[in-house]
């Protein structure tokens, strides 16, 4: 199947601008060489942490999970914590809207196989996001 970008939960969370966050989902997919579907499910604090717990073993919810499959019929997922990204957007002192696209690039680049475990991998990951997103800030 061919490179696409599927969002899930977008009405229940009222997440508006959906073509911009789109675009920057593609722009890192096609860059870093994604090859399916990715679909990105906005959800609820409490499912969030569900998922979190169940497969990082951390009780506690997080911005984004990332599941890369590298399927035909589905490259990856990701989850989005809205209500934790509009605390982030206040804290990074920018609109929730630039959060989302700082976190679909993020989560994006975790499917393409980049991390940050290691201090390189983190400066690296941090260019990238740079990179596909030139206004996020910190």
């Given at each position: 199947m061919?490179?696409?970008?599927?969002?899930?939960?977008?009405?229940?969370w009222?997440i508006?601008?959906?073509p911009d966050?789109?675009?920057?989902?593609?722009?890192?997919?096609r860059?870093?060489?994604?090859?399916?579907?990715?679909?990105?499910?906005?959800?609820?604090?409490a499912?969030?942490?569900?998922?979190?717990?169940?497969?990082?073993g951390?009780?506690?919810?997080?911005?984004?999970?990332?599941f890369?499959y590298?399927?035909?019929?589905?490259?990856?997922?990701?989850?989005?914590?809205?209500?934790?990204?509009?605390?982030?957007?206040?804290?990074?002192?920018?609109?929730?809207?630039?959060?989302?696209?700082?976190l679909?690039?993020?989560?994006?680049?975790?499917?393409?196989?980049?991390?940050?475990?290691?201090?390189?991998?983190?400066?690296?990951?941090?260019?990238?996001?740079?990179?596909?997103?030139?206004?996020?800030?910190?």
């Amino acid at each position: 199947m061919s490179l696409r970008v599927t969002f899930h939960g977008n009405r229940a969370w009222k997440i508006g601008n959906l073509p911009d966050l789109r675009k920057a989902a593609l722009s890192v997919l096609r860059a870093e060489g994604a090859t399916g579907p990715v679909d990105i499910v906005f959800q609820s604090p409490a499912e969030q942490r569900a998922l979190n717990l169940q497969w990082r073993g951390l009780d506690r919810t997080t911005d984004v999970l990332s599941f890369e499959y590298h399927e035909p019929d589905l490259f990856g997922e990701l989850y989005i914590d809205p209500v934790l990204a509009a605390e982030q957007a206040v804290r990074y002192k920018h609109d929730l809207h630039a959060e989302l696209r700082r976190l679909v690039v993020h989560g994006c680049l975790h499917l393409c196989g980049h991390d940050h475990h290691t201090s390189s991998e983190r400066v690296r990951m941090r260019a990238l996001e740079r990179k596909y997103d030139p206004g996020a800030g910190s």
